[in-house]
């Protein structure tokens, strides 16, 4: 086997594994949107911050109380999901030789990525999640890596 084919196999198990993750993760906020509405509530509603003992900050002055909000908010995160893993498919397809300038293919799908992370992490902040939930801030981090790290795997020529 030769480093050209087995660069381009690592990337297509790299981008294809993250395509299937964040493919099943949409389908789990769809099927199950109410459950995420309601821990994206939970969020949004700054519940963490009133459990015992309860931290008062001038930033609770942000909570959202209403449902619909939630599930908005939830929508646009599933949309992003759902458009990200479906361009991480096609980039994945793309170094199986189904698409033409595949690495360009794969930057704009990690970019959506990368993107859907830092409006979960933004978002999250904005609510202070990071006081009471700050492995969840982490893991938004993390991804936010990971992609950076996909990128410089996808653009390494062989």
Request: hydrophobic residues 65%.
């Amino acid at each position: 086997m030769s480093l050209a084919l087995s660069l381009a196999v690592f990337k297509i198990v790299l981008l294809a594994g993250l395509a299937g993750w964040l493919s099943l993760v949409a389908l789990n906020n769809l099927i199950a949107f109410g459950n995420g509405a309601f821990a994206l509530g939970q969020i949004m509603r700054m519940a963490p911050l009133q459990q015992a003992p309860a931290i008062q900050t001038p930033l609770l002055a942000r909570k959202v109380e209403s449902v619909f909000w939630h599930r908005a908010v939830l929508a646009v995160v599933l949309a992003a999901e759902i458009v990200s893993a479906l361009l991480l498919w096609a980039a994945a397809a793309g170094f199986a030789g189904l698409a033409t300038e595949p690495a360009a293919w794969a930057n704009l799908a990690l970019a959506a990525f990368m993107a859907t992370c830092f409006l979960m992490l933004i978002g999250g902040s904005w609510f202070a999640y990071y006081i009471r939930q700050d492995n969840v801030q982490l893991l938004h981090f993390v991804l936010i890596g990971v992609a950076a790290a996909a990128m410089l795997v996808v653009n390494l020529r062989g």
